[in-house]
C-alpha cells in the first residue's frame, strides 16, 4: 500500500518489497510455478551441456521468463475470480479456463524455441 510520505527512492524500495514477496508466495505455494522452475533449471543445465551461444541464452531466458510470467498472472486472474465467487460459477470457470491459455501458449512458445535451438545440437551428435 502506497503511504504518502514516502520519498520516490523509498516507495519504489517499498515496491520492490511487495514485488519480492509475490514472488515468494508463488515459488513457495503454486504448484505450476515450482514445476516451471524445474523445467526452467533443466533448460539452463542442458544450454550449459550444449554450450548455447550468447543469443540463445538471451532468447531462451526470455522464453522462460515468458512462462514464468503467463503462470504468475494466471495464478493472479484465478485468485480473484476464487475470492469474487468462491462457488462454482460457468462464468467464473469459463474465465480461469481462458486465463490458463495464457501459460499453455507461452508453453507451446518456449517448446518450439526450444526445438530451433536444440534439435540442431542434437542431430550433431548422431
Given at each position: 500500500m502506497k503511504n504518502a510520505k514516502d520519498g520516490f527512492l523509498k516507495g519504489r524500495i517499498r515496491s520492490l518489497k511487495f514485488a519480492f514477496r509475490g514472488a515468494w508466495l508463488l515459488i513457495t505455494k503454486e504448484d505450476s510455478i515450482k514445476a516451471q522452475l524445474g523445467i526452467a533449471v533443466f533448460a539452463t543445465v542442458i544450454g550449459v551441456y550444449f554450450n548455447i551461444s550468447g543469443t540463445e541464452w538471451m532468447i531462451q531466458f526470455l522464453a522462460i521468463g515468458l512462462v514464468l510470467v503467463a503462470e504468475a498472472l494466471n495464478t493472479a486472474i484465478e485468485e480473484i475470480a476464487d475470492f469474487i465467487h468462491p462457488d462454482f460459477h460457468v462464468k467464473i470457470g469459463s474465465i480461469k479456463d481462458i486465463a490458463a491459455g495464457a501459460p499453455t501458449f507461452a508453453?507451446?512458445?518456449?517448446?518450439?524455441?526450444?526445438g530451433f535451438i536444440y534439435i540442431p545440437k542434437i542431430n550433431l551428435l548422431f
Open positions: 508453453a507451446i512458445i518456449s517448446l518450439i524455441i526450444a
